[in-house]
């Protein structure tokens, strides 16, 4: 059961408009509707702030400004994890980024809202504000970490200096990555219904507890008294890791007009309230011998930062683990901006760190006169590079001789510019990919009821990834039910608490310990059958049970669980499975766990226009064991297509002067669509890392981005001869350097 491509079971509730979102909760009765004023200024104060003819427009109830809201609650640093933290919103007079909330008005209708927003009359004192990330690029700072509160911010392995300096051969290049938002489909939204004392909190997220954590300490409430429900959320991205002003202010608003209020950010205003992944400027020295050992590997990552909100993207974390050299260095430095507070987006450091390495070590082949594949191969290393221990289980090298294999790589023309089709050049690239693997505290209730059915319950989301659909195979084969005799709950602040969906951590951690549910409930109904002397099972040996069909057996004799639980426990019976932080578990200690891939791609450029048009795109992955086969290809494809945006489409581009975006909408800022993306594979070999949990599964919602990109720059280079390393290669930037036209 684990592992087969169970149709999704969410699946008819999507189709059918049956699966409610946060803004479609329509049980709590008539909602009044609120609508976000944003500053329009980067840093400053605002100076007076006049609600009166907002106040006066039809259908207003009521205008939120700072002056209206209680004392908030602050960010408690002693949570490593800033999204349990609190988020004060409109908490005074001070502007730090463009956008930033300054007023909420509260209408009967969105359109009413809207529209007396408008009128909310905003004078501000401007301050100067830093906003270009290029201009001051020397007043970057070390900050003092630990990333996450448990990676390092750098490291230092042998000597790098010396190790570079005297390698035949090197390359050292700075490549540029600009500032990206996680954009899901489903907008950032926030329903807020007053019950009593309490707080119902309908809210998009991808971590029930965090939002109801970080709800409660900012609005200084007892955390009892937040009900946050997410049955559904329609994609995060790390955007909805952590709550925002929709949540905070609908919060606010719902227990002053003791009515049901809700707001969404508009896509725009995802732009200037959500985070944004920090625009990099990534230094890469990489040494190495004329036979293509590395000697020597430095990754040094300066990233923006809002000056009040220290945001660390581990740009150069997984550099750490990727190839053998003695002599290493990575670094991540912070330059202080009046930009939008920085926030993780799909893959927050291999996405944009391995567009750096993995254009370098493409850049290195070249000139070694080496194949990229086989210079990767050959800097595989046996235990981790820097801390020393074994890796758990390692398959890069077998993702790259089977993508290797299936893309057919071994036609693949060495040479830049010489092959054509009619007016496209065409250019084949690989890259390989890196992905730590996280595990945080989750807790999951099976409860096995009188007919027979399963029900699994606990706060951890599906954004859309497919978490009940592999929470049903789990728990069916757990207990040996069939599928439809099992029934999954998500999203509610009720049950048992998890760390929800993000760093890819989600559907392992809540399988194991929905597993380990299943194993504590298998437990309780043998102990109960053996020792009940209604059973055919009574004064049989326990430990020989096993479980298929809805019935235990053990050597030969069979007892439906219906009959056991409905004669012992008429009400049902319930166990919890857990699983426990990394830090406390001694397998992330003593090994290096982490997930690979290997990405392989054919673009045709244009010869005259230098347009790029992607061909194929195959990614051969290792995550341990997929618990569903189709879900885990549709989460890699769509990292894929992420890496294909990164490398090719997507920035947000920030006005200099002040510090707003103005790719504001999906029509300026540029992902992928269906005709952007061509053939398109993933492939998931079979594994099983018993280092990472009894189930062996690891992470891959954010693999399949990681390298993606650099595999599609390295094929942009071999189609042109053009090497570009601003990204995203745009074809201003591929056209000066196209080979003469040949007539
Ligand atoms: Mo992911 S950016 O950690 O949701």
Redesign the pocket.
């Known amino acids: 059961m684990i592992g087969q491509a169970l149709d999704r079971v969410d699946g008819p509730f999507k189709v059918t408009g049956r699966a409610t979102y946060a803004y479609e909760h329509w049980e709590a009765g008539q909602p009044l509707y609120g609508s976000v004023v944003g500053a329009t200024i980067g840093r400053g104060r605002i100076a007076r702030i006049d609600t009166h003819r907002a106040g006066r427009s039809p259908g207003v109830h009521r205008v939120l400004t700072s002056h209206d809201l209680p004392a908030q609650g602050t960010p408690d640093p002693s949570l490593p994890f800033e999204f349990w933290r609190a988020h004060p919103v409109m908490s005074g007079p001070d502007v730090d980024h463009y956008g930033e909330a300054v007023a909420l008005v509260v209408a009967a209708t969105v359109e009413q809202a809207r529209a007396a927003a408008d009128l909310v009359d905003v004078e501000y004192t401007v301050e100067p504000g830093s906003f270009d990330f290029a201009a001051g690029l020397e007043q970057a700072y070390v900050p003092a970490g630990p990333i996450y509160g448990i990676v390092p911010v750098a490291t230092a392995v042998g000597d790098f200096e010396a190790g570079f300096g005297s390698s035949p051969v090197t390359i050292d290049e700075r490549y540029t990555t600009p500032y990206e938002l996680?954009q899901p489909m489903e907008p950032h939204a926030c329903l807020a219904v007053p019950d009593g004392e309490d707080l119902i909190v309908y809210v998009s997220t991808?971590i029930v507890d965090a939002a109801r954590a970080s709800m409660a300490s900012t609005l200084r409430m007892d955390p009892e008294r937040i009900h946050v429900v997410a049955p559904y959320v329609g994609g995060?991205?790390?955007?909805?890791?952590r709550i925002h002003a929709e949540a905070i202010l609908a919060a606010f608003a719902a227990r002053a007009l003791r009515r049901p209020v809700k707001i969404a950010l508009t896509r725009q205003q995802i732009f200037q309230l959500t985070g944004v992944r920090p625009t990099s400027d990534q230094r890469v020295r990489l040494g190495a011998q004329r036979d293509g050992r590395l000697v020597a590997i430095a990754h040094e990552a300066t990233m923006a930062t809002n000056r009040h909100w220290e945001y660390i993207e581990p740009t150069a974390a997984t550099t750490r683990s990727l190839y053998a050299a003695p002599n290493r260095l990575t670094s991540h430095r912070l330059m202080p901006l009046d930009v939008l507070r920085g926030?993780?987006?799909?893959?927050?450091g291999e996405a944009p760190g391995l567009l750096a390495v993995e254009s370098a070590m493409d850049e290195l082949a070249v000139e070694l006169g080496m194949d990229p594949v086989e210079l990767r191969i050959r800097n595989e290393p046996s235990v981790d590079p820097e801390r020393g221990v074994p890796f758990s289980e390692r398959r890069l090298v077998g993702c790259l001789r089977e993508g290797a294999r299936r893309f057919g790589w071994e036609r693949r023309v060495a040479t830049p510019a010489s092959v054509r089709d009619g007016q496209w050049l065409i250019g084949h690239g690989m890259a390989a990919g890196i992905r730590g693997h996280f595990q945080a505290p989750t807790t999951a209730r099976v409860r096995l009821a009188a007919d027979g059915r399963a029900v699994v319950e606990t706060d951890m989301t599906d954004i859309g990834t497919g978490t009940y659909t592999i929470l049903t195979q789990v728990a069916a084969d757990g207990l040996g039910l069939a599928p439809d005799r099992v029934r999954v709950e998500l999203g509610r602040s009720e049950y048992p608490v998890g760390a929800g969906?993000?760093?890819?951590w989600g559907a392992a951690n809540s399988s194991t310990a929905v597993h380990r549910a299943c194993l504590a409930l298998r437990e309780k109904l043998v102990a109960t059958a053996c020792a009940d002397t209604r059973s055919v099972l009574h004064g049989s040996d326990p430990a020989r049970a096993t479980f298929a069909d809805g019935r235990v057996s053990i050597e030969g004799v069979s007892e439906a669980l219906s009959e056991i639980v409905a004669r012992n426990h008429p009400n049902g019976v319930e166990a919890d499975g857990a699983t426990v932080a990394m830090t406390d578990d001694p397998n992330y200690r003593d090994y290096s766990i982490h997930s690979y891939g290997a990405h392989f791609v054919e673009v045709a450029v244009d010869a005259d226009t230098a347009e790029i048009r992607l061909r194929r795109m195959l990614g051969v992955f290792s995550a341990g064991r997929a618990l569903n086969s189709r879900t885990a290809r549709s989460q890699l494809i769509g990292g894929m297509i992420w890496g294909a945006g990164a490398a090719l489409e997507e920035e947000a581009v920030v006005d200099a002067r002040s510090g707003a975006f103005v790719t504001r909408d999906l029509a300026n800022y540029l992902v992928p669509v269906h005709a952007d993306i061509p053939e398109i594979d993933a492939v998931v070999l079979d594994g099983y890392d018993g280092k990472a949990n009894v189930l062996g599964a690891k992470g891959l919602?954010?693999l399949g981005i990681c390298g993606a990109g650099a595999a599609v720059a390295n094929a942009v280079f071999n189609a042109t001869g053009v090497r570009v390393r601003d990204f995203p290669i745009t074809l201003e930037k591929v056209m000066p350097g196209l080979p003469p036209l040949v007539s």
């Open positions: 996680s991808q995060g991205f790390g955007s909805k890791l926030e993780d987006v799909r893959a927050p969906s993000g760093g890819s919602g954010e």
